[in-house]
């Protein structure tokens, strides 16, 4: 796969991942904005999640960075 390939792979990758976090932000609002109490345990449904897509879009940029810029210092 060419460099240039391989950046535009990475990127439409990404696009998921971006749209899956801005639907856990509007959950979040909404759970914010809620006059009742949220569990503690609760949340995990929202911050695990949303770990993992940031784990997944720190690779996905590495790799279409390195597609782009290379492997410098």
Avoid: N, W
Avoid at 7 to 28: G, K, N, P, T, W
Avoid at 43 to 53: E, Q, W, Y
Avoid at 61 to 71: L, Q
Wanted: one cysteine or more; hydrophobic letters at 40%.
């Amino acid at each position: 796969m060419t460099e240039r390939r391989r950046a535009i792979h990475a990127v439409f990758q990404m696009e998921d991942d971006i749209h899956s976090v801005l639907r856990y932000a509007q959950a979040l609002d909404h759970v914010a904005s809620s006059p009742h109490m949220i569990e503690p345990e609760c949340l995990t449904a929202f911050s695990d999640p949303l770990r993992a897509i940031g784990q997944r879009l720190r690779e996905q940029y590495k790799e279409a960075h390195e597609a782009v810029v290379g492997d410098r210092p």
